[in-house]
């Protein structure tokens, strides 16, 4: 990272300090005029735009005022017809670029560029890149057009990285050095498309909080949608908050977390028993749960099955996170997150369409097999292709991240298509591997030399929640120092450009989520299937009271436990 970029972030002045400071800098050259760029020529691509953008430029949805003059360049791709892909690239003075350049990913189904990303990036040195998903809005009626769904599931993210990089090149006179992807949730699922179909494209992929398994999360929802209200049960936040509550008091700090702990450290180790909510005759229903909110607090805990087989769809929520679970998915009329419009306007293409009907045993069959431009839905849209091994040959580094209290996509899914990754590794490579077993560590030990995957305790939905949430992931604050051990991305840089893998990455907690308010906690984030394990005696704030370790078998089962959502996830 270039010093002078990196020195007010090590200092703990955050986002803010570092616009300011540059601004007090004397303007950097830029490599090449930048309007110049507007004539740069690129096969099915038009360059709309290419200014150079002043000191207060304040990005569209975003109220900071960049005091940084940069490069911006909107283009849009048309690789195919049908298909069309607006993106911008910001490219930073010549003198002020770390020689590298950072692909965005976004959320939801987002047809809008991450500006807040790009922001980031910028800030970091980075020539970066942000793409719309090849669509407008977040509602799926733009399924109505065939090549836009290939172009959301996959299509988009990898021609405009193609067409950035030849940008870039040609504003610096170099390609740049290395290329990393950052994203989490739908952002995620794209980190996992780019390692899984285009391994040449990045040399590193941060990947938080994945929805690789894009049907699996959809039909996911519409269960939980099923029995939350959607036309099942009401779980409102005071019954959601006694099940928490229940939970800690079973399991915190029994599971290598430390006493006082409002999250839970390891939740495979908390098998909680719950009968004791519910209501006894007589009782008021504002301490209990009835008997219909005790059975969807299990459904939503033991996933989505299909009916017809019995095969298991998506993993459960997992214990402790049921505090959070009305931010997205529960309590809502109608199916939460994508699912309601994804089916609606995207498979059934019916405005009216009743989800009270949706069958599981009939629908997830459509679903999966739906044509969009000669290729199924699963086909275009699922990143559960857990063979990497292209992606390690080409010399990429992976690094994923899911927080435990995710109350959206199930953090087992992230362990379960890691398990994959590492039995088609061992697989690859002739190394024993059973995933009943515990005599994994050889597999796993391979697999750690490109791809690893941390854990988060008290993560929410890529930010957010009652533990460690703040590592320098997708849609983090600001305000932690900006070096290997406290940031994710500059740790996947360290791996990339220099070859130190990432041992441990030191996550912290600011009070009421603000960095400016000081520091709540610290605690390191182990790679999987390690976790972090309290010492019994230092001080329960602080990360150096914690060792990473891996928990007894009898404790949370084998190191790779999964429910084989994935249909290819094991060889």
């Not at 490579?429 to 697999?447: C, E, K, M, Y």
Request: proline share 8%.
């Amino acid at each position: 990272m270039n010093k002078t970029l990196s020195a007010p972030f090590s200092k703990n002045v955050g986002l803010a300090g570092l616009l300011v400071a540059t601004a007090l800098m004397s303007r950097p050259a830029f490599a090449a005029d930048c309007a110049s760029l507007q004539t740069t020529s690129l096969p099915g691509v038009s360059i709309t735009a290419a200014t150079t953008m002043d000191p207060g430029f304040t990005p569209p949805g975003d109220k900071r005022s960049l005091s940084t003059p940069f490069c911006r360049v909107i283009g849009v791709a048309t690789p195919v017809a049908g298909s069309r892909i607006t993106f911008e690239v910001w490219l930073p003075p010549a003198g002020t670029w770390n020689g590298k350049f950072r692909g965005e990913g976004s959320g939801g189904s987002a047809g809008t560029i991450n500006y807040p990303a790009l922001v980031d990036g910028l800030a970091r040195g980075y020539a970066t890149m942000a793409n719309d998903n090849g669509h407008t809005g977040s509602s799926w009626t733009f399924a109505q057009n065939p090549e836009a769904v290939v172009d959301f599931g996959y299509r988009a993210q990898h021609v405009s990285t193609v067409d950035a990089k030849a940008i870039v090149q040609a504003f610096y006179g170099t390609a740049p050095r290395h290329a990393y992807f950052v994203g989490c949730s739908q952002g995620g699922h794209h980190a996992q498309m780019e390692a899984q179909r285009y391994p040449q494209d990045y040399d590193g992929i941060l990947a938080g909080d994945p929805a690789s398994n894009w049907i699996g999360q959809m039909l996911a929802e519409v269960r939980i949608g099923m029995v939350s209200t959607a036309g099942g049960t009401d779980l409102p936040q005071p019954q959601l908050d006694l099940v928490t509550k229940a939970v800690l008091a079973q399991c915190a700090a029994k599971d290598g977390g430390a006493p006082g702990d409002q999250f839970l450290n390891d939740p495979r180790a908390c098998h909680p028993d719950l009968a004791a909510l519910q209501c006894k005759p007589g009782q008021d229903g504002q301490t209990c749960l009835s008997a219909a909110q005790m059975q969807a607090v299990q459904v939503i805990h033991d996933g989505t099955t299909d009916p017809s087989t019995g095969q298991k769809i998506t993993a459960g929520m997992a214990p402790g996170s049921e505090a959070y679970w009305r931010q997205v998915l529960v309590g809502t009329p109608l199916p939460g997150g994508s699912s309601t419009s994804f089916f609606r306007d995207g498979i059934f293409n019916d405005a009216k369409y009743d989800f009270s009907n949706f069958n599981f045993a009939r629908d997830t069959a459509y679903t999966e097999g739906k044509l969009f431009a000669d290729q199924t839905a699963v086909g275009i849209l699922d990143a559960n292709n857990t063979n990497l091994e292209p992606f390690r040959q080409a010399g990429g580094k992976l690094i994923m991240y899911h927080g435990w209290a995710d109350p959206f996509i199930a953090p087992q899914a992230s362990i379960d298509i890691y398990a994959g990754i590492v039995g088609h590794d061992a697989q690859a490579h002739a190394i024993p591997f059973d995933l009943s077993q515990r005599g994994n560590a050889a597999a796993v030990h391979d697999t750690q030399s490109f791809a690893r995957l941390f854990m988060v305790p008290g993560l929410n939905h890529c930010t957010g929640g009652p533990g460690v949430n703040s590592f320098g992931g997708a849609y983090q604050p600001a305000g932690i120092p900006l070096d290997r051990m406290h940031d994710m991305v500059d740790a996947l840089d360290a791996w990339v450009d220099h070859g130190i893998a990432p041992d441990k990455i030191i996550a912290a907690k600011y009070t009421n989520n603000d960095p400016k308010q000081g520091l709540a906690i610290s605690r390191p984030l182990c790679p999987y299937p390690q976790a972090a394990s309290y010492d019994g005696t230092g001080n329960p704030a602080d990360a150096a009271s914690f060792s990473c370790a891996e928990l007894k078998p009898q404790e949370n089962g084998p190191p790779l436990q999964g429910v084989n959502s994935f249909p290819n996830a094991i060889p």
